[in-house]
């Protein structure tokens, strides 16, 4: 009996198509994929378009995707492609990834206001109290590249840390390595992490920074997310349960507040994203599921409304997919998701509302057109038959 193996590949914010909810969130109209490739006069996806991601994006948004003329790919394998939409109550990363792997968010997350000052006066006098702190810079929503330039050199003067929010449930410290110091960073965000569960914050993130002045500050890849844990078990835990391994690529593990992760693999950027993924993935024994975020798509080019770079980088995401597919074994399958969207041609800067791919291929994968699913949470309930364990509580398989 040959090995059995899932690939997760969750391009971060890769949205194709407003969800029928959209204008519920303010997203409507709303379409990362099918903006980005009109906005740079065609994409050259010639693999995810072999493994029917246009086709998904059309029936998504019932418009044709237009990419232009496509080279040869380099992958033919069979695949199941078709969109999935979310039912959980909010569009942020945890969210998404609970969702798909059988925990959606049916009740809603708490927010920190927009506008300055963001967080609660007796919030912050308990953080800087405990973490012996003469106050916080920043107090606001912000782009973090954007605060750190801001407030960067007030920050390495005065040793306040730079505190943020997003329309997300987040609160994020960004500090400097060197001055402030990436240890005591962590001891922040730990007692923070204590202190804002009343407010039913989903996550307080690390965003550690290097530089000496203006225009030299860049934040490292030292980042740490503080996660609350799924409302209920994952797919990720009925592996480890059942004697499975899940290898977690980048800041998968930090979202799942390490729930279900046999082991926990640092990687950022795309490249190295793709790296590590093709090594664990290699290695990964019998009964095991390597699950990696490629965080850049949102981070890097959807928030910062960077379109060009957007579709640079899923040019290249394409680029290294026929590596994978010449390393899959027998058995093995490979699923291609996102967890919401982040449309860089859309107002402000914040996540949209948006359906997600659902691309299933290997060399023993039934070619299928599955249509738009009723829940991310078909992804997982897929993983959960292709391995053989129980039905989890929410979701249909599309094996």
């Known amino acids: 009996m040959s090995m059995k193996r899932a690939i997760i590949l969750m391009l971060d914010s890769v949205g194709i198509g407003g969800a029928e909810d959209a204008a519920k969130f303010g997203d409507a109209g709303a379409d990362t994929l099918g903006h980005i490739a009109r906005a740079n006069g065609g994409l050259q996806i010639p693999n995810l378009v072999a493994l029917g991601l246009d086709k998904a994006a059309q029936a998504s948004t019932g418009k044709t995707l237009q990419l232009g003329p496509q080279p040869a790919p380099q992958i033919d394998l069979p695949s199941k492609y078709g969109f999935m939409r979310e039912i959980s109550h909010g569009k942020d990363t945890s969210s998404g990834h609970w969702e798909m792997a059988g925990a959606p968010v049916l009740f809603n997350w708490g927010y920190f206001s927009p506008n300055y000052p963001s967080f609660p006066a007796d919030l912050i006098e308990k953080i800087c109290t405990e973490a012996n702190l003469p106050g916080i810079l920043g107090n606001k929503a912000a782009s973090g590249t954007t605060i750190i330039e801001e407030l960067g050199e007030q920050h390495i003067k005065t040793g306040k840390p730079i505190c943020y929010t997003s329309a997300d449930s987040v609160f994020q410290i960004a500090a400097h390595e060197k001055y402030f110091g990436l240890e005591r960073l962590y001891k922040l965000c730990e007692i923070a992490f204590k202190h804002v569960a009343p407010y039913n914050i989903a996550r307080v993130i690390a965003r550690p920074f290097v530089g000496e002045k203006p225009g030299q500050f860049t934040r490292t890849k030292n980042r740490r997310d503080y996660s609350v844990k799924p409302p209920?078990?994952?797919?990720l835990d009925a592996i480890k349960n059942a004697g499975g391994q899940v290898i977690s690529v980048g800041k998968i593990a930090d979202i799942f507040a390490h729930q279900g992760i046999t082991k926990a693999v640092k990687a950022s950027g795309?490249?190295?994203?793709?790296?590590?993924?093709?090594?664990?993935?290699?290695?990964?024994?019998?009964?095991?599921?390597?699950?990696?975020?490629?965080?850049?798509?949102?981070?890097v080019y959807g928030h910062r409304r960077d379109v060009k770079g957007y579709a640079q980088g899923l040019e290249y995401f394409d680029s290294r997919l026929p590596e994978l597919a010449a390393q899959l074994e027998e058995n093995d399958v490979v699923f291609i998701t996102a967890d919401h969207g982040c449309d860089p041609t859309y107002t402000g800067t914040d996540h949209t509302r948006e359906h997600v791919p659902a691309i299933l291929f290997g060399k023993n994968v039934s070619p299928q057109f599955i249509g738009g699913r009723d829940t991310y949470a078909d992804l997982g309930q897929t993983v959960a038959a292709y391995f053989n364990l129980p039905p989890l509580n929410v979701g249909k398989s599309f094996l």
Not at 274 to 296: G, H, Q, Y
């Open 270 to 299: 795309l490249q190295e994203l793709w790296d590590v993924t093709l090594r664990e993935a290699k290695a990964a024994p019998d009964f095991s599921l390597v699950f990696t975020n490629f965080v850049d798509f949102d981070m």
């Open 232 to 235: 209920q078990p994952t797919v």
